[in-house]
């Protein structure tokens, strides 16, 4: 029998959903919720198989519900159930520890579902949720250190790349020397390289020199 706690703050929703869960052979709900705070100590109480987790609540959001639950429980598993499909909840849910994420608008019987899969270690995600999920990941190869550069610190990269010491890109912006050797070190810092040499070759490898 897969045990569930039901944390929403919606009535009609989880008597619905709960209602429907426990009628099924294999799952029993053994726990309810109106929010985020009651719902980590029942789930922490209770130790079910699965969370069912809303994310906009009073007192506490499922986001933080998430977190406290899996810094005190890593091994809880959580689907979200929610309205939502912004980016600000959706990643903040998942690197919060959610296993699944689906929306209110799914069947009963796919909620239940999801409870099983989830439950067996699987991870169900909302297409949308996918497509989101996919679409980071590419942004995120295709982020570059340089990336964290402000434009001064870019002109200063350039002037490195011209062999110019401190002193000189001090005397050609017009700012002080500590203030070249400070911008110069957030580069490196930035880079993730540990002299000028590298930083100037960093630049040459990925075609900052015009």
């Not at 045990?3 to 619905?16: A, L, P, W, Y």
């Not at 959903?17 to 009628?23: D, Q």
Request: glycine share 4%; proline share 2%.
């Amino acid at each position: 029998m897969i045990k569930v706690v039901f944390v929403d703050d919606h009535e009609m929703v989880r008597i619905g959903v709960s209602s429907y869960l426990s009628a099924q052979p294999d799952i029993e709900v053994i726990g309810e919720a109106d929010n985020g705070r009651k719902g980590v100590e029942l789930c922490l109480q209770l130790r079910p198989d699965v969370i069912l987790m809303d994310l906009v609540m009073n007192e506490m959001d499922g986001i933080e519900a998430t977190k406290e639950i899996m810094n005190a429980w890593p091994e809880a598993k959580i689907i979200i159930v929610t309205s939502f499909l912004d980016d600000e909840k959706v990643y903040p849910a998942l690197e919060a520890g959610a296993t699944s994420y689906l929306l209110k608008t799914s069947k009963a019987s796919e909620i239940a579902n999801a409870v099983r899969s989830t439950f067996h270690g699987q991870s169900i995600l909302e297409p949308e949720v996918t497509g989101k999920m996919m679409m980071k990941m590419r942004q995120k190869d295709t982020v570059h250190l340089h990336d964290q550069l402000t434009s001064r610190e870019m002109e200063i990269l350039m002037l490195m790349t011209e062999g110019k010491t401190n002193q000189e890109i001090a005397d050609e912006l017009f700012i002080a020397l500590k203030t070249a050797k400070t911008h110069v070190s957030n580069i490196l810092s930035k880079l993730d390289v540990q002299d000028r040499t590298q930083a100037v070759i960093y630049a040459f490898k990925h075609s900052l020199v015009k």
